[in-house]
């Protein structure tokens, strides 16, 4: 079974050098990367920049329509107004059908802010020691998983994640 998981960085930069981490580690066939993207927002910008992994995963298991559909819901359809109401509520309803709610859209939306950044990744086979050891340096929050409430507990103890919030299964 596949993990999404969603990690908060307190820079622009750290999700990218999270992806980068995970690229090595596929390549040693330590973790399978089935799809990712990364929300990168720099102080001063009106909205984030977001990036879906192509080279990191190949064609990708969600696809971009997915991660736009995602975004755009998280982050820019405040922006458009009334207008688009209807229309955010049919993709609300569709996203919720991956297990996407609008709690886990309020959740990101709060969370990621200027000055941070956000690893979406969907991952399976990883080789839990060999990946906690490469991350041992990097400091990131866990703020969704549709793991079990025991696994995430699990993954947040070897990622020294301190902060345990409620997961969104």
Do not use: C, Y
């Amino acid at each position: 079974m596949a993990t999404l998981s969603v990690w908060k960085f307190d820079d622009p930069a750290g999700a990218r050098e999270a992806s980068e981490k995970l690229r090595t580690l596929a390549k040693q066939n330590l973790i399978t990367v089935h799809d990712a993207a990364t929300v990168s927002w720099t102080e001063g910008d009106n909205r984030p920049k977001t990036t879906q992994l192509h080279n990191l995963v190949g064609a990708g298991a969600l696809g971009g329509a997915f991660w736009g559909t995602l975004f755009g819901l998280i982050f820019f359809i405040p922006l458009l107004g009334m207008a688009m109401g209807a229309a955010a509520g049919a993709l609300g309803g569709s996203m919720r059908d991956v297990g996407i709610d609008d709690d886990f859209i309020r959740r990101i939306r709060d969370d990621v802010v200027p000055g941070t950044s956000a690893l979406f990744v969907m991952t399976s086979d990883a080789v839990i020691d060999r990946v906690h050891d490469e991350f041992r340096d990097v400091r990131a929050e866990l703020v969704f998983t549709n793991l079990s409430a025991e696994q995430e507990n699990a993954l947040r103890e070897v990622f020294g994640d301190a902060e345990v919030r409620e997961s969104a299964t």
